[in-house]
């Protein structure tokens, strides 16, 4: 996770409903279309970045593959427009080692309660 992003982490959020991360592997094996699919919801929820913990139940997402990645670490960027009456947006893009955008999610979700 990027530090500018994890205060939440140490209780001491941002204020700024944004997650930002690079993404790989353990087992180092390359980037394919299957793992895009799990990194474009891979951060934990944006909202955290607002104090909102808990558990933040996705009610719908839909996730876009634009190109096969190179290999590589990917890089994640997630986002929220609104944050409002107990639900929250989230966009997100995944960028690839060779800096190509190679997915792009968007996603409705409830707001996280403990």
Do not use: I, K, N
Not at 12 to 39: H, I, T
Not at 95 to 104: E, K, P
């Amino acid at each position: 996770l990027d530090p500018a992003t994890a205060g939440w982490l140490r209780r001491d959020p941002a204020g700024v409903p944004e997650m930002r991360a690079y993404f790989r592997m353990r087992d180092g094996r390359d980037p394919d279309a299957y793992l895009l699919a799990f990194a474009v919801d891979a951060t934990p929820p944006v909202v955290f970045g607002l104090g909102a913990f808990g558990w933040a139940p996705t009610v719908e997402l839909t996730w876009h593959m634009r190109a096969v990645p190179a290999p590589g670490v990917l890089r994640v960027a997630a986002r929220s427009r609104r944050v409002s009456g107990g639900w929250f947006d989230e966009e997100a893009e995944v960028w690839d080692a060779a800096g190509r955008l190679v997915a792009q999610s968007r996603q409705l979700a409830r707001v996280g309660r403990r």
